[in-house]
């Protein structure tokens, strides 16, 4: 049989136990808000950076067109002047 000095320390050892249990609990706890934080931050910046590649990509495609379209011009301005000079030599 146990004395009850002896239970009240048991007791006592037992919700101290928890006591720290529960602060680990908490603090882990904080732990991971605070990386989820930092987290949700960082995924935040990475869609920025995504949207403004998605952007310059845009818009690297629509002065693409643009140059093509001058590439075609003047090759095709070249070919006339070509035409041209035949026609003349002859």
Do not use: C
Request: glycine residues 2%; charged residues 30%.
């Amino acid at each position: 049989m146990t004395s009850e000095p002896a239970a009240h320390a048991a007791a006592w050892f037992k919700l101290a136990g928890s006591d720290i249990e529960l602060t680990t609990l908490e603090n882990t706890v904080a732990q991971l808000e605070r990386q989820k934080a930092e987290a949700e931050r960082r995924l935040q910046a990475l869609d920025n950076q995504i949207a403004q590649l998605e952007s310059t990509g845009e818009h690297l495609k629509v002065k693409l067109q643009e140059e093509e379209a001058r590439l075609n011009a003047l090759r095709t301005e070249n070919a006339r002047s070509k035409e041209n000079a035949a026609v003349s030599s002859v």
